[in-house]
């Protein structure tokens, strides 16, 4: 079903309401830069901003040539259809994985290693960093990510990702030594807010674990018997 805006979004007379915004952010980022997608993709922020105009133009330079290009995205407008062309609703496979190697565990109180690429089966990557709001931007960031691989299933594009809030929990059997084991179980829970108002929720189910060490906040007790759970919660954040 083709997605739809309530009204103009861009230059010259748009309104740029944040869901319509955000709406056309998320069109634009499907498109791959060969047929005129942005490079790199946009932060889906719900602010029409200079980069997103930047974006509608360079779609529509793409498509309509240089007469076509007014940097607006009007309600029923050619642009919205072409951009509609490249929309995937369907569910589709993605992967991730993590920066460093998967049979380190991951250490709540390093910041650095909590960067996850995503992609899809159009060859296209989008990295985020789980932790602080923003805290990715004092962390260099990384090229290679050589942790364990594993694909989940999902309608939201690799760059529409981002959420109002996430965590990462590890699950260990309760005993004396509470090194990483075969029965742990890891999951990466995030959380988008909804036009609606409501909240989606997304379960990724992951290999690596949480380093059963750190400060008291990160350590939970779980309701089931014999267990312990060690979270990291945050935000889950594209990185430019």
């Known amino acids: 079903m083709s997605r739809q805006i309530s009204a103009s979004v861009g230059r010259m007379g748009g309104r740029n309401l944040p869901d319509d915004v955000r709406t056309v952010q998320e069109l634009l980022n499907e498109v791959p830069a060969t047929a005129g997608g942005p490079a790199p993709p946009l932060v889906p922020d719900s602010i029409c901003g200079p980069k997103t105009i930047g974006a509608i133009q360079a779609f529509q330079l793409h498509h309509f040539g240089f007469s076509g290009a007014d940097g607006r995205v009007d309600p029923g407008g050619r642009t919205l259809a072409k951009l509609n062309e490249f929309d995937r609703p369907l569910l589709e496979t993605r992967s991730i994985k993590r920066v460093g190697i998967s049979e380190a565990p991951l250490d709540p109180d390093r910041p650095e290693q909590w960067f996850f690429q995503i992609g899809d089966n159009r060859g296209r990557r989008a990295v985020y960093h789980l932790g602080e709001r923003d805290e990715h ?104």
């Not at 939201?156 to 004396?176: E, H, I, M, N, W």
């Not at 939970?220 to 990185?239: A, C, E, M, T, W």
């Open 137 to 240: 931007k004092r962390l260099p960031r990384p090229f290679v990510f050589a942790g364990a691989l594993r694909t989940f299933h999902t309608s939201r594009s690799v760059f529409a990702l981002a959420t109002r809030g996430a965590s990462y929990t590890t699950q260990f059997l309760d005993s004396d030594d509470l090194e990483p084991v075969d029965t742990a179980t890891s999951t990466l829970n995030l959380v988008f807010l909804t036009g609606s108002g409501g909240f989606d929720r997304l379960r990724i189910f992951y290999p690596d674990n949480i380093l059963p060490t750190g400060k008291p906040r990160d350590i939970l007790l779980d309701p089931g018997p014999f267990r312990k759970v060690f979270s990291k919660s945050g935000f889950f954040q594209l990185v430019p």
